[in-house]
């Protein structure tokens, strides 16, 4: 009889003893990956503060906390190999903010060494 009673305690402890990692944000999570060749010392998204450092060819950077408004797509200021790569856009008309969770810039350049983001939801 007590094996019988382990197993609902088990499950219930199981259900409610687990949370998402989205549980507790508070703002939108933002990290960078690289899908270029070259190693990115330093990605600037948006304002000065939102630093991402050190980002090898293929890799991802921490994810940094946006408590400003966030949109699928940024001003982006990159830092790699001593030359300075910038993706700079006009306006916001008409986008939307993204709401609290876990997103993903996709950074690359095109051969013209124009800067090419690609927004994914994580």
């Known amino acids: 009889m007590r094996k019988l009673m382990f197993l609902p305690v088990l499950l219930l402890a199981l259900c409610f003893g687990c949370e998402d990692r989205d549980d507790n944000l508070n703002a939108v999570n933002l990290r960078i990956k690289n899908l270029s060749d070259v190693t990115f010392t330093r990605v ?55 709401p609290i969770g876990f997103y993903t810039y996709e950074l690359s350049f095109r051969e013209d060494n124009s800067v090419v983001l690609t927004f994914v939801a994580d």
């Open 44 to 98: 600037q998204v948006g304002a000065d503060d939102k630093i991402h450092t050190n980002i090898a060819a293929g890799d991802f950077s921490d994810y940094l906390e946006y408590e400003e408004e966030t949109y699928k797509y940024a001003y982006i200021n990159i830092l790699a190999e001593g030359n300075t790569y910038t993706l700079q856009p006009i306006d916001f008309v008409g986008e939307t903010p993204l």
